[in-house]
């Protein structure tokens, strides 16, 4: 069980996170849900070891995280972020292995070998392992950054796996691929907390919701429990219409279209009829004749 115990974060006198307390339990995906400057990303930051909290504890497995060595820590707990700063031409395949590290001395086993070859397939890479990973697309990259997370922790069942904003750069295949991938690994016991900003697949593949706003926790709870249009708007300020999916029984979020008279912020326009549809407007200059 990965355990945060009254978790703060401070920087230059600004309380980023306030007192947050969560569980994340084994075979378990829970989805970290929040508007901006939430504090979602600062939280993932501080539990991967990025970022050391200003006050509190994370446990996991019932131990302190400082009280690991850093070799065994990176055995059972691993982070995709959003961002990842390669300049050099190494190869998918090079990237993923990097993965294994932490399992090896002076070079990969055929195990480690075989762990890499199983990630890259399951994330859909295997055909471009070969190729420089700078010469690929924002969603192939993320993909191989993913397998080489994997990679780190694919024989640990015990592991702790973070992503933050995994399905970002994805199209729509691989944005269910790479959901489906970590809630089957949850089922296996793998504990999983995501950073997501699409709420209906939030609500698809996650076990348990949190939602976070100002950098503190405001809900915690099953898709069901906490997806209603209240809480949605009280966290994100849009409105929202909620329906149950037949299929999977989960709440599915319709959002309301969001309407901004463009004079408020532009009263050099103003609004013409648009030919082709009354119902709409088109905008030109106000001294246009």
């Known amino acids: 069980m990965l355990r945060i115990e009254q978790l703060s974060y401070e920087i230059k006198g600004h309380r980023v996170l306030k007192d947050i307390s969560l569980q994340v339990r084994k075979g378990e995906v829970v ?3 929040g508007a901006n400057g ?17 006050s509190g504890n994370i446990m996991l497995l019932e131990k302190c995280i400082d009280k690991y060595d850093n070799k065994t820590l990176a055995r059972g707990r691993a982070m995709l972020s959003q961002q990842h700063a390669i300049n050099m031409a190494y190869t998918a395949k090079e990237l993923v292995v990097m993965g294994r590290y932490p399992h090896f001395q002076s070079s990969p086993s055929a195990q480690d070998w075989k762990i890499v070859e199983e990630t890259m397939a399951i994330c859909g890479v295997t055909d471009f392992a070969d190729r420089v990973y700078l010469s690929l697309s924002g969603g192939e990259q993320q993909r191989v950054q993913l397998a080489r997370v994997l990679s780190q922790l694919w024989d640990n069942p015990d592991a702790l796996l973070l992503l933050d904003e995994p399905i970002s750069a994805l199209d729509l295949h691989y944005q269910q691929k790479v959901l489906s991938i970590a ?5 296996l016991g793998f504990m999983v907390l995501v950073i997501l900003h699409d709420i209906n ?18 809900l915690d709870g099953t898709p069901n429990e906490v ?3 209240k809480n949605i708007y009280s ?6 219409l909620i ?9 599915h979020i319709l959002f309301k279209e969001m309407r901004v008279d463009p004079q408020f912020f532009n009263p050099s326009l ?12 088109h905008y030109t200059p106000i001294n246009e004749k």
């Open 201 to 218: 697949m939030a609500s698809l593949y996650a076990d348990r919701i949190i939602m976070l706003k100002n950098g503190r926790k405001w």
């Open 38 to 54: 939430a504090g979602k990303s600062t939280l993932m930051r501080l539990i991967s070891g990025e970022l050391k909290a200003t």
């Open 235 to 240: 966290i994100f300020s849009v409105e929202s």
């Open 183 to 187: 809630k089957s690994l949850s089922r």
């Open 227 to 229: 997806l209603n249009s």
């Open 31 to 33: 989805a970290l849900l």
């Open 270 to 281: 103003r609004p013409c009829p648009n030919p082709e549809n009354s119902q709409s407007l």
């Open 243 to 251: 329906s149950i999916d037949s299929h999977s029984l989960k709440p």
